[in-house]
Each structure stands twice: as structure tokens, then as C-alpha cells.
Nanobody, 123 residues
């Protein structure tokens, strides 16, 4: 069992930055690929970014490529999402998720999910 707790969300003006963190419980953090998804009001949850177990590979949605950076610290059981150049359309609840190796772009690959953290970008 893995528990995930996100933090770092908030209200920011367009063009600003936020860094989300996701703290994982348990000793098997390094066994999981980690991903970030988001869900805006009235929309389906969508893939944002993912990182492989050792951090050697990263994956991004086209909408965030070049603006967001995913990273992880396995010693701290934590995955991060650095978000720069935020836009109003980035407003959503952001979820952290853990997956056994697979297609990290797909929601059903992920076994464990956090509760989410709200990110609001004002224009």
C-alpha cells in the first residue's frame, strides 16, 4: 500500500510559477513510476507528466511541454512538478499517482492516487 499526499497548490497570476510536491509513504517508492494528472471543472482528468522509477525518463503532455518539469527524489520519497509560465487554462485539481512500469500516459496504468491539490491561475 502506498499513500500519496500532494502539496504546493494555490492561487497564482498568469505567468507565475508553482512547485507541487507529492510525498509518498512506504519503502517501495523507487518501485513506482510517478505521474501527475489534472482535472479542470467539467472536464475529464488528463495526463500532465510522468517520470520513470529511477528518474531517467520523463514524459509530458504537449500542453505543458517546455513549461513544466517533473523530477523525483527517491531518498525523500517525493516527486515534484515545477510549473512555470502558468496560464489560466492550467487551472485544475492536480493529482499525483504511482504506477508499476507501463504506459505512463494512461490513467488506468496507475494504482495509487493522492487526494489532489488545487491550482488556480488568474488572468
Amino acid at each position: 500500500q502506498v499513500q500519496l499526499v500532494e502539496s504546493g497548490g494555490g492561487l497564482v497570476q498568469a505567468g507565475g510559477s508553482l512547485r507541487l510536491s507529492c510525498q509518498a509513504s512506504g519503502r517501495t517508492f523507487g518501485s513506482f513510476g510517478m505521474g501527475w494528472f489534472r482535472q479542470a471543472p467539467g472536464k475529464e482528468r488528463e495526463f500532465v507528466a510522468a517520470i520513470s522509477r529511477n528518474g531517467g525518463s520523463t514524459y509530458y503532455a504537449d500542453s505543458v511541454k517546455g513549461r513544466f518539469t517533473i523530477s523525483r527524489d527517491n531518498a525523500k520519497n517525493t516527486v515534484y512538478l515545477q510549473m512555470n509560465g502558468l496560464k489560466p487554462e492550467d487551472t485544475a485539481v492536480y493529482y499525483c499517482a504511482a504506477a508499476y512500469p507501463g504506459n505512463y500516459y494512461l490513467e488506468y496504468t496507475y494504482t495509487y492516487w493522492g487526494q489532489g491539490t488545487q491550482v488556480t491561475v488568474s488572468s
